[in-house]
């Protein structure tokens, strides 16, 4: 398979509801509470009659923070492996978290195209908060996204498979 796009990013940033957002399908098991989603699930994406591979990351095994962080670590460099682009999605209504630090330093390492996704700008008012975000040293472009209301999501299809 060519044209693989993984979502990363800490629990509850939004991945699988922003993965279900964009292959507009129910594929990945979205929860109320953090890191649910029990398997890596793939969706296809056609935008524009661009295809690519989507991948929601985010199998969490329970255990100490220790394990968990092991085990985001290991999400996000089997992501690196496989995705020929990344999505690294940020939550804009808590800012930059240890766990948000700690997957920026595993990309920030990886010589692969990141798209920097602040998720949660449910409305305009919040977009001047997506500006912490630069300081996670990923990149300089911040796209503001909703993945609940969608809106932004077009513009992030549009890069996406403009960097295929
Ligand atoms: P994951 O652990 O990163 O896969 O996160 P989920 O997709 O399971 O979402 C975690 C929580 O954030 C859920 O309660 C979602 O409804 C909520 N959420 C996801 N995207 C948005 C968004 O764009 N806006 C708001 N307000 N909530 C969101
Ligand atoms: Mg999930």
Excluded: C
């Amino acid at each position: 398979m060519s044209n693989i796009v993984a979502i990363v990013g800490r629990p509850n940033v939004g991945k699988s509801t922003l993965f279900n957002r964009l292959t507009e399908s129910r594929q990945a098991i979205v929860d109320e509470s953090s890191g649910v989603t029990r398997d890596r699930h793939y969706g296809l994406v056609d935008w524009n009659g661009r295809q690519f591979t989507l991948i929601d990351t985010g199998g969490y095994i329970k255990g100490s923070d220790d394990i968990f962080e092991d085990e985001i670590r290991k999400q996000v460099i089997i992501a690196i492996e496989e995705a020929d682009l990344i999505i690294f999605v940020v939550d804009v209504t808590l800012g930059i978290t240890d766990l948000d630090q700690q997957v920026a330093n595993v990309l920030r390492r990886a010589n692969k195209k990141i798209l920097l996704v602040s998720n949660k700008v449910d409305n305009t008012s919040r977009i001047p908060d997506s500006s912490v975000f630069y300081g996670l040293g990923i990149s300089d472009e911040i796209y503001n996204v909703s993945s609940v209301s969608g809106s932004g999501t077009g513009e992030l299809l549009d890069e996406v498979v403009n960097n295929l």
